[in-house]
């Protein structure tokens, strides 16, 4: 294990070829430590945030789902009118 000199940071020493690898416990310590330091680095979204962004994606979703059944309904008028089948 080493840290990292700019921000503290623990990571994993370099592959070099006389470097022993740690045992299990100590790889998954460090994989612990490694998920707690980026954990720290994540920012929550106000409120205002949460809601444009949820508003953003259901409008997405709307968008998306009246193209999808505009298709619909144009490839089932086409096969119909192909196949001679009646609506």
Request: glycine content about 8%; overall charge positive.
């Amino acid at each position: 294990m080493v840290q990292d000199e700019p921000n503290g940071e623990v990571v994993a020493a370099s592959g070099a070829p006389g470097a022993k690898k740690p045992n299990f416990f100590a790889r998954i310590a460090l994989f612990v430590r490694q998920v707690f330091a980026e954990l720290r680095k994540v920012i929550t979204p106000t409120r205002q945030e949460l809601l444009k962004y949820t508003l953003v994606v259901l409008g997405f979703v709307v968008v998306m789902m009246a193209i999808v059944y505009g298709l619909d309904l144009l490839f089932t008028w086409l096969a119909g009118t192909v196949f001679g089948v009646p609506a």
